[in-house]
């Protein structure tokens, strides 16, 4: 809807009457480029890229002066420095963006309780019931910005709305730091100058087939009849976007949503053809994705693979299975038998490994026949010596003859934005 460096910001005026918009999505800039720099501050105004000291690097993060010149997160180091050749690259360091995440959060959790968190840097609020206490939406949100600066001297933005789906595109066209309030009664007058690309679930391909049809902005799919749209971009999607477009969310602030997947990717130095170190690699990611299971005590029940080969095209695809999991030797099982049914590969630039469906594991029990009862126990047993003597104290011996990839270690769980 608007271009990410900012050139497209609208904020609210000061005597916005906010009190039918309750539902805030809070966005903090920049993230991992504005943690950065707040060792760097003589270097704000310059362009800044987050990313990996490697020629394969991926964008993890750039900061607006950065963006002006079309660089963002996700393309190649390379492509970033020719759009921008004077851009400082800085390193990523993740403990410090979680360590900021949760100051942010526990702001958050101070306003209200109905907190929704999208990832790391991202959250809904509800703040319906914080008015008799904090005011109206928009000194709550107010507030919540003053504070995050104050606490962390880090700016968000913060779109305020009847709906999530409205919230979370007013926090975008705010940015960087502001705030856009859209009145319940202001929704569609919002949303229908939109171009189509702006609504919840549309990538390329849905974009294409909708303009196909001259439908180039929301307002057109408001008056599209709903069965013209199932014709065009199938039964479920024609119905969810004729909602939308009409500014139809009826979606609550959900304080304990659950995780969507948990994953690992790795972006190798060079393209690579070997299938035993894919399958060393597959072995590894499948581990550390169990590892992570455990630990926040969830399993899974879809295995999923990634691959991005030389040519950047990229492929995924996934095997439900009958019962849920989170051995690692289970999924590693899984998701080879995916890469191997695949057949012939083109050279393998990056290859990941996800579990989605995720479900609370604790009270769960093993069917009568557990096929993976052996590997549970030594996973078990593996969990209990790293606890002890720190992680990789023990692992399989396969990847003791590997040397692990680039990691991306942005690989925090995922959720639906």
């Known amino acids: 809807m608007s271009k990410q460096d900012g050139s497209t910001r609208q904020v609210s005026s000061a005597s916005v009457d906010s009190s039918t918009a309750t539902i805030l999505h809070v966005d903090l800039d920049a993230f991992f480029a504005s943690v950065e720099l707040l060792d760097r501050p003589e270097i704000a105004h310059l362009p800044v890229v987050v990313a990996g000291r490697s020629a394969r690097s991926v964008v993890t993060a750039a900061n607006y002066p950065a963006r002006k010149y079309g660089v963002r997160s996700a393309i190649p ?26 100051k942010v959060m526990a702001i958050f959790d101070d306003v209200t309780p109905l907190v929704e968190r999208l990832g790391i840097d991202e959250a809904f609020l509800d703040v ?12 709550v949100g107010e507030l919540i910005r003053r504070r995050v600066h104050e606490e962390t001297a880090l700016h968000c933005s913060v779109g305020a709305a009847s709906t999530r789906f409205v919230a979370k595109l007013a926090s975008g066209r705010a940015k960087p730091d502001g705030m856009l309030v859209i009145p319940a ?10 171009p189509v690309g702006a609504l919840w679930g549309v990538g390329a391909a849905t974009e294409e087939a909708l303009t196909r049809r001259g439908l180039r902005t929301i307002g057109d799919i408001a ?32 304080p304990r949503a659950d995780e969507k997947s948990v994953g690992h990717e790795v972006t190798f130095e060079v393209d690579t053809l070997n299938s035993d170190e894919l399958r060393r690699e597959l072995l590894r990611q499948a581990n550390a994705v169990a590892v992570r299971l455990r630990t926040a005590g969830w399993v899974g029940r879809t295995v999923v693979l990634k691959l991005r080969y030389s040519d950047f095209s990229t492929i995924t695809r996934s095997r439900t299975l009958a019962e849920s999991t989170d051995v690692g030797r289970r999924i590693y099982e899984e998701v080879r038998s995916i890469y191997e049914a695949i057949g012939r590969h083109a050279p393998v630039r990056l290859i990941g490994v996800r579990m989605e469906q995720l479900t609370p594991g604790e009270g769960q029990q093993p069917g009568l026949w557990d096929e993976d009862e052996g590997w549970r126990e030594a996973e078990d047993t593996i969990d209990a010596v790293s606890a002890r003597f720190g992680r990789g104290a023990l692992r399989p011996a396969s990847l003791l003859r590997s040397t692990a990839p680039l990691g991306d270690p942005r690989n925090l769980p995922r959720q639906e934005h």
């Open 77 to 102: 180091l390379s492509q970033a420095l020719r759009l921008c050749p004077k851009a400082i690259v800085l390193e990523p360091h993740f403990e410090k963006y979680r360590f900021y995440s949760e």
């Open 128 to 139: 319906a019931g914080a008015r008799g206490l904090l005011g109206s939406p928009a000194e």
């Open 223 to 254: 008056a599209t009849p709903v069965e013209t749209l199932k014709r065009a971009v199938g039964e479920a999607s024609g119905r969810k976007l004729h909602d939308l477009a009409n500014g139809l969310d009826p979606r609550a602030v959900n």
């Open 185 to 194: 009664d202001q929704t569609l007058a919002f949303l229908h100058p939109l």
